[in-house]
């Protein structure tokens, strides 16, 4: 059973980076489709992108595209989410999650019921 702990998030002024990591014990991590959603107050938990196990594809919400970059290092086990030009609409819990593959990389991943192991979550705000 895979385990994850985010870490990385803090308060952030609009226009801002913020890099987040999750790192993942247990189980064969280069196997995992790792994901990262976000849940801001009163609102449901949302995709924001996704990377295969290779770190080959990845594949991203548009409201974050060509601002977020996700990323992998196998050897340490790690995921990253880079976040540039945050707005204060990207605040909210960021969660990491794994999917052990049934199927192929592709959109059927950004519905948050297709992963297994999901971590603690970090808050990220972005202040105007």
């Known amino acids: 059973q895979v385990q994850l702990v985010e870490s990385g998030g803090g308060l952030v002024q609009a226009g801002g980076s913020l890099r987040l990591s999750c790192a993942a014990s247990?189980?064969?991590?280069?196997?995992?489709?790792m994901g990262w959603f976000r849940q801001a107050p009163g609102k449901e938990r949302e995709f924001v992108g996704v990377?295969?196990?290779?770190?080959?594809?990845?594949y991203y919400a548009n409201s974050v595209k060509g601002r977020f970059t996700i990323s992998r290092d196998n050897a340490k086990n790690t995921v990253y989410l880079q976040m540039s030009s945050l707005k204060p609409e990207d605040t909210a819990v960021y969660y990491c999650?794994?999917?052990?593959?049934?199927?192929?990389?592709?959109?059927?991943?950004?519905?948050?019921?297709?992963?297994?192991?999901w971590g603690q979550g970090t808050q990220v705000t972005v202040s105007s």
């Open positions: 999650a794994a999917d052990d593959p049934s199927s192929s990389f592709g959109s059927r991943l950004s519905s948050a019921h297709e992963y297994d192991y």
């Open positions: 247990r189980g064969t991590f280069s196997r995992y489709f």
């Open positions: 990377i295969s196990g290779s770190g080959g594809s990845t």
